[in-house]
């Protein structure tokens, strides 16, 4: 669909106009730092729509789902077409109960209908080049890893975007890298394949809704031909309360951002296990030259 101005309604879907362009931003940024001439038409208001769904309803997925996501899925960008990714569905409610362990409890890992694991693969090239007696030397490279995370990740991405599309939602599951040893032994992984994350899907429930998490303002992201380090104090302090507002109104600690992402940096015991990546890596076949 053709970009429209913020003021002029879209031609289906979700209602866009003005005033539902005003709440959405104001959902995601707060009144004082929503940006203004933002273009407008369906596809990004899902996008500015979105939220994190950790709580599902006892409902079957539709049929072809997963067929559906991943062919959406294998139409994002891809380094030099290499198609550097795959990706494990997961439904089996004992192998959900082992991946939902492996994340530290997460309940709805368990309690969504499919799980999707997204991994770097690098075997398929690997495989590829035995068959063709060809050398595949560039695999043991950092530089390749990075590109197979990279795909995994748009990937992923054009999912959600599809899935939400459908009326369906999705958190991401980052903490699989707690233990990537264990997720490949669960799931079956060869070496060079790694699982980067999972995707958890399902019908929203509606007696426990999920909202829209408040970003930090353009202010602080957005910067224009040379990065600007001067990094705005206020703009920092309305994003602090936007985000304890957020957290009040879900029932969560009022911790706000900065308290919780220093923490999250603060030194390796902060990371859950994700410290030991490299000696993973290297159990996974990884080279990382």
């Known amino acids: 669909m053709t970009a429209a101005v913020a003021d002029a ?5 979700p209602s866009t106009d003005a005033s539902a362009l005003r709440t959405l931003l104001q959902a995601r940024y707060g009144a004082a730092e929503a940006p203004s001439g933002i273009l407008l038409n369906d596809t990004i208001a899902g996008l500015l729509s979105h939220r994190s769904v950790r709580a599902f309803a ?84 950092l530089e390749t890893l990075f590109v197979g995370i990279i795909d995994a990740a748009l990937a992923a991405q054009n999912a959600l975007v599809a899935l939400e599309s459908l009326d ?70 309305h994003y602090e309360q936007a985000l304890k507002d957020f957290q009040k109104g879900q029932g969560l600690p009022e911790v706000g951002w900065t308290s919780a992402a220093l923490s999250r940096v603060r030194g390796a015991e902060a990371l859950s296990g994700r410290d030991r990546m490299r000696e993973a890596l290297a159990a996974l076949g990884f080279g990382l030259r």
């Open 58 to 141: 006892d409902r079957p997925l539709p049929d072809g789902l997963v067929e559906t996501l991943v062919a959406a899925a294998q139409s994002a960008p891809s380094s030099s077409n290499l198609q550097t990714f795959s990706v494990v569905a997961v439904e089996n409610p004992a192998t959900k109960a082992r991946l939902a362990e492996i994340a530290g409890g997460q309940k709805h890992v368990v309690e969504a209908p499919l799980v999707l694991v997204w991994l770097a693969d690098l075997a398929r090239l690997e495989e590829v080049g035995r068959r063709e007696a060809k050398p595949t030397d560039a695999l043991a490279f």
């Open 168 to 237: 369906l939602g999705g958190v991401y599951l980052g903490a699989f890298r707690n233990r990537p040893v264990e997720v490949a032994e669960l799931l079956g992984l060869p070496p060079h394949v790694l699982g980067v994350f999972g995707l958890a899907i399902g019908h929203p429930d509606p007696e426990r809704p999920a909202q829209v998490k408040p970003r930090l303002s353009p202010r602080l992201v957005l910067h224009r031909e040379r990065y600007d380090a001067s990094l705005p104090q206020a703009a920092l302090d």
């Open 9 to 13: 309604p879209a031609r289906s879907g």
